[in-house]
């Protein structure tokens, strides 16, 4: 477990990237996961099928908030079309860890109020996927 | 009738100790989920969740199922008359231990939960009409507030809450005024806070309500395992509590009603044993308290409920009260160590075996993930009470509790663990 504090998940918790606010976002959207408080919002500029900026904001563990950093940094300038395919295992690979059902929402959470807020899908990735 | 009791420590292994030495260490022997080898020493602070089982309740559930398992209160023959037997010896066992007038006013259900929606439906619907109110809390667990917001919405039911102060407490110079206008039908609260602690003053709760002519449920999911209960004293109409806080096993509580409210109130669920007579199109209920058990009950779990509150019993009430507020106080005095940390609820005078903690910068799940590493289980989040939270204005928190088997060291353990998370996410 000492594995979920990696050295790169509390460096993304401690100095987010892509963290704040648009000057004029497109979109904003907001989430949360009520079983444990973590909240996220997202606000997006997207220009010509290009996500030309992501910024977001919230608050809860380390996890969730390391997650959006690394996901936000990870589409920001990428075509919506490729942002589409990101799925679960992409989050997981950013993150380099395993996580456990519970800890795996906090770490979705960013990717779910991401495709929520472009595309309106509301579930969650590993749903999607076929997984749980 | 020749029946084989399945109930008890007394034919089991491990007979819990001795009524006069309290130990901590020698109560902690009777359970084995402590002896089970694993990496790391079991630093379990999560009784407040579910508490952890003596052997004994596991010998008595087993025996059950080995020696006498059959439907209850149908078959003739022998081991179905020794199951029924064992059921009602665990019922009899749980009215004493809460000082219930009669067995009768002892329903048995799946939990607080189920306890809580059947006063909800079977006593609320036939006696809380549109325009009248009910008083809760802001500390209720979501189940004693989930069941009153369906049925409020059902009806125009108003609810109102009793203020909570500063340190945590109930406000109750605010009850009378609560129901001043004579439209307040229950007053429905938490005897001791799963999240603050708090004992809340019961009897005087109940007294109040009662001169102003409302009806008097209690919560005691968590006094039940951890304190004297006494549904008299209590000056209560209906008292909800779990099994599996007790030392019992999950899926069986019990509701205590006083036996004239439970005899006028309509049936819960609809179903085989709940009645006494049946045509094609009408039904004739049973008589207390099976009115209210319909189905196929969890006899086997009943029967480890009896065999967890012999193992309390033995132990003594007041001596497992006195231990979880002695450590409840010693982690009161620790944790203020930890920079950055703020304990929720009342001083330790005024607490049962929880205490639940902020750690300032660090998110309760991060709190928890690093106290894991070294085996110390501690819950996070909102404990099933977001309103609470909201009140507190902390999104959520970390929770350490007690039981019978805890130990000052594994508090020590607690707080080493807590300076480690401070280290990891420095403020």
């Not at chain 1, 997650?67 to 079309?81: I, N, T």
């Not at chain 1, 990101?86 to 380099?96: K, M, P, T």
């Not at chain 2, 048995?108 to 189920?114: D, L, V």
């Not at chain 2, 004739?284 to 099976?290: I, M, Q, S, V």
Request: proline fraction near 6%.
């Amino acid at each position: 477990m000492n594995d979920l504090f990696r050295e790169n998940i509390l460096e993304h918790h401690r100095h987010p990237r892509c963290h704040g606010t648009l000057a004029d976002p497109d979109v904003t959207f907001e989430d949360a996961n009520p079983l444990c408080g973590d909240r996220i919002r997202m606000e997006f500029r997207i220009r010509d099928g290009v996500l030309e900026a992501v910024r977001f904001s919230g608050q809860g563990c380390s996890i969730s908030q390391a997650a959006a950093s690394m996901l936000c940094e990870h589409v920001e300038g990428r075509p919506l079309e490729e942002i589409r395919t990101i799925g679960r295992d992409d989050v997981l690979d950013l993150l380099g860890i395993e996580l456990g059902p519970v800890r795996l929402k906090c770490a979705l959470l960013p990717l779910k109020t991401l495709k929520a807020g472009i595309w309106g899908l509301n579930q969650w990735p590993d749903e999607e996927e076929g997984a749980s | 009738m020749n029946a084989t009791r399945a109930t008890g420590g007394g034919t089991g292994t491990a007979p819990p100790p001795a009524r006069t030495a309290f130990d901590p260490r020698v109560v902690r022997a009777a359970f084995p989920i402590f002896s089970t080898p694993r990496p790391l020493p079991l630093v379990y602070l999560d009784s407040a969740a579910t508490a952890q089982k003596p052997q004994s309740v596991l010998d008595a559930m087993d025996r059950y199922y080995r020696t006498c398992n059959a439907n209850i209160h149908r078959g003739v023959y022998a081991i179905a008359e020794q199951a029924t037997a064992a059921y009602e010896d665990a019922r009899r066992l749980v009215a004493t231990f809460v000082g219930a007038a009669s067995p009768r006013e002892i329903v048995f259900t799946r939990n607080s939960t189920e306890a809580i929606n059947l006063v909800a439906h079977a006593w609320a619907r036939a006696n809380v009409a549109a325009g009248d109110a009910i008083v809760l809390t802001p500390m209720e667990h979501h189940s004693n507030l989930v069941p009153w917001h369906i049925f409020a919405a059902e009806r125009a039911i108003e609810l109102r809450f009793i203020p909570l102060t500063g340190s945590g407490e109930l406000a109750i110079e605010a009850l009378p005024g609560l129901l001043a206008d004579g439209r307040a039908r229950l007053v429905s609260f938490v005897h001791v806070s799963n999240v603050l602690g708090t004992v809340n003053p019961a009897a005087e709760i109940g007294r109040i309500a009662h001169e102003r002519g409302a009806r008097v449920l209690v919560d005691a999911s968590q006094s039940a395992a951890h304190l004297p209960l006494d549904v008299r004293a209590l000056d209560a109409d209906f008292v909800a509590f779990t099994g599996h806080k007790m030392l019992g096993p999950t899926g069986i509580g019990a509701l205590w009603g006083r036996r004239e409210l439970l005899e006028a109130m309509p049936p819960f669920l609809g179903g085989g044993e709940m009645i006494r007579e049946v045509s094609l199109t009408a039904s004739k209920w049973n008589e207390l308290p099976w009115k209210f058990e319909a189905g196929t009950m969890p006899i086997a779990e009943a029967v480890g409920l009896g065999a967890a509150i012999e193992f309390l019993e033995r132990l003594g009430m007041d001596q497992v009260f006195a231990h979880d507020r002695a450590l409840a106080a010693y982690a009161l005095e620790r944790l203020p160590e930890v920079d950055g940390l703020r304990v929720l609820g009342p001083p330790a005078d005024r607490r049962g075996g929880v205490v639940a903690f902020t750690l300032d910068g660090v998110h309760p799940h991060d709190v928890a993930t690093v106290l894991d590493a070294d085996g110390v289980c501690v819950r996070a989040g909102h404990h099933c009470a977001m309103p609470l939270h909201e009140e507190l204005g902390v999104p959520a928190s970390a929770r350490a509790s007690f039981h019978c088997y805890s130990f000052r060291e594994e508090i020590d353990a607690l707080v080493a663990g807590l300076h480690r998370a401070r280290r990891l996410f420095p403020r």
